[in-house]
């Protein structure tokens, strides 16, 4: 019998349910080439196995890949050499019996070779590569949009900083691939929640109040020697006068406790304030800002501790509450609660996570620092101990950023003088240099952001030139208007007259575009955007510069015409999705 998951892929061949941007017949058309390919081999899968000439009836899922050589076609699949071992069959013979029922496909190919040891090439016809064109036309802003994540809601927190300075640029990078795999995830059918965690409660805050206060004193007349434990940022002072400009010197005469409360929320306040105005400039809008203290304010952390208990997985040592995270794969018990009764920080990451999935989000992404990789199996442990899948919870680390001027190393000190905060990065090259720049490198590995070469409007500068390619067609168009040259709308085409291999290979791009998008989301990594937007744009850049769009054959101009302008829906479309913006001059 079939596999769950094929009998799952082949009742919705058969069943599907059209989204509103898809109704009708252009649902068969939507469909990116691998998919039709592989509705091709389920079916000719099924029909080896119902005609019992060759397999057994169990296959895996199948793959296909673009193979290294023009010559080896377009998509090959290795899927005879998959089934061999198990239909104990030579697999070229698998691959020779699923050729011959794939047949002509419905003139999806020209033809189809079997290669090596049961290789599968497909070559598709150019006529079919073209048909992506009309599928961009036909979708528009929604094309490259998925169904994957349909039904599912993701609950998503990123950057989450200490409300007790700026936001730096380590900040900044987690707030951009935060802000894109969200973005990715709702293009791909998730329903996605943004949230930002407020570290509001425990020592920071405490720490920052007595900071604050220090400086008020100090600003005051009063000789400080600054604790090396308080925090030292020259914004303290600005907070600090402008305390003295609105109150004077009347907290000198309140008890320090109450003193150091009020600058602790004061100075909380502000900061926070601060760094949600610094996000939106970024282009990082958040859904819910949920605070820490709030957990211990309505009992969401001792009541998370009694769950844990109830379950077994408590004991007490040394007087201090434990969670037998060992059961679960950590490599040590942590604390729940200190001997002096006071509760952790973990404890409140168990509330929290706790409270999360009772909100009835089907999966939770966090966005940590890199110096957090430790803190992963402890948090899946919290949530196998709850009885939750650890599965449902995904992190994403992010690793530092090294920050460069002109290829020289920048001092990472405010007293220095350098950019050392988020909001003077983005002043100086801007919001989608900043992003862009961000989101060029796996976000686990270490990336380096050269200020100058942000700035640089040339080649060698990756955001300005894939949005200079978007800038391009714009400025073709404009050229089109003038001659009287019309954008052809659907169906206004000959495709017979592209004719180069480069105007192909354009069409082979853009039908890459549903399945980045879809891999960005599976694997929350964002920069395979950014990687296809830069093939994309080097592609375009390279055509527009060997070749003429508007000649003085019309039809030709205007398939051409119609070519470049899917290249713009979908730079575009990819550029949004990273919170970036597509300018029509430059």
């Not at 400080?224 to 600005?238: E, H, K, M, N, V």
């Not at 190393?409 to 990065?425: D, W, Y």
Request: glycine share 8%; proline share 3%; hydrophobic share 40%.
């Amino acid at each position: 019998m079939f596999p769950q998951l094929f009998r799952r892929q082949a009742a919705e061949q058969e069943n599907p349910k059209t989204p509103p941007d898809r109704q009708g017949p252009a649902e068969k058309d939507s469909m990116i080439m691998k998919e039709r390919l592989k509705q091709h081999l389920r079916t000719a899968l099924e029909t080896c196995y119902r005609e019992d000439t060759l397999l057994s009836g169990l296959y895996p899922e199948i793959f296909l890949e673009v193979p290294g050589h023009a010559e080896h076609g377009d998509f090959a699949t290795n899927v005879a050499l998959t089934l061999a071992r198990d239909e104990k069959k030579a697999p070229r013979k698998i691959a020779e019996a699923l050729a011959a029922a794939l047949g002509k496909g419905d003139g999806l190919w020209s033809r189809i070779e079997v290669a090596g040891p049961g290789f599968i090439n497909f070559y598709l016809n150019r006529r079919c590569w073209y048909g992506v064109l009309d599928e961009v036309v036909r979708h528009g802003a929604a094309y490259g949009r998925s169904r994957i994540g349909e039904g599912k809601r993701v609950q998503l927190e990123f950057v989450s900083a200490n409300p007790t300075g700026p936001l730096h640029i380590g900040h900044g990078r987690g707030a951009a691939t935060g802000d894109a795999v969200a973005s990715v995830l709702q293009a791909a059918g998730y329903e996605v929640q943004r949230e930002y965690y407020i570290n509001d409660a425990g020592n920071q805050m405490n720490t920052l109040g007595r900071s604050l206060f220090l400086r008020y004193r100090e600003l005051l007349g009063e000789i400080i020697a600054f604790p090396g434990d308080c925090y030292q940022g020259d914004y303290l002072r600005d907070l600090a006068n402008e305390v003295v400009d609105a109150e004077g010197a009347r907290y000198l005469d309140l008890p320090e406790e109450e003193a150091v409360g009020y600058f602790a929320k004061y100075g909380g306040d502000k900061i926070l304030a601060g760094i949600d105005a610094d996000l939106k400039s970024f282009g990082v809008h958040f859904d819910d800002w949920y605070s820490e203290q709030s957990l211990y304010d309505r009992g969401a952390v001792e009541r998370g501790i009694a769950v844990l208990k109830e379950r077994g997985l408590t004991y007490e040592e040394d007087g201090a509450l434990w969670f037998r995270t060992t059961d679960f794969g950590d490599d040590k018990d942590r604390v729940l609660k200190r001997s002096n009764g006071v509760t952790t920080y973990f404890a409140s990451d168990v509330a929290y996570h706790k409270e999360k999935f009772e909100r009835g989000f089907d999966m939770v992404v966090d966005v940590w620092g890199a110096d957090h990789h430790g803190y992963v199996p402890r948090m899946k442990a919290v949530l196998a101990g709850l009885g939750q899948d650890p599965e449902s919870l995904q992190v994403i680390l992010v690793q530092l950023v090294n920050l460069l001027r002109g290829g020289s190393q920048v001092a990472m000190s405010t007293r220095s003088g350098e950019f050392v905060t988020l909001r003077e990065v983005v002043d100086e090259v801007g919001r989608d240099a900043c992003r862009f720049f961000f989101l060029m490198r796996r976000s686990d590995s270490q990336l380096d952001f050269d200020l100058e070469l942000a700035k640089q409007q040339s080649a060698e500068n990756p955001v300005y030139y894939v949005q200079y390619a978007h800038a391009r067609v714009c400025s073709i168009n404009r050229n089109a208007a003038e001659q009287k040259v019309s954008v052809p709308g659907l169906g206004e085409v000959d495709f017979d007259r592209l004719v180069l291999d480069e105007e192909l290979d354009l069409a082979r791009m853009l039908s890459r575009y549903p399945e980045t998008i879809e891999g960005a989301a599976g694997n929350f990594e964002p920069h395979r955007v950014t990687f296809y937007l830069q093939e994309l744009a080097a592609q375009f850049h390279s055509y527009y510069n060997r070749q003429r769009v508007l000649i003085d054959d019309m039809e030709t101009s205007r398939a051409r015409l119609y070519l470049v302008n899917c290249v713009r829906i979908v730079l575009e479309n990819a550029l949004r999705v990273l919170g970036i913006s597509a300018p029509e001059q430059m």
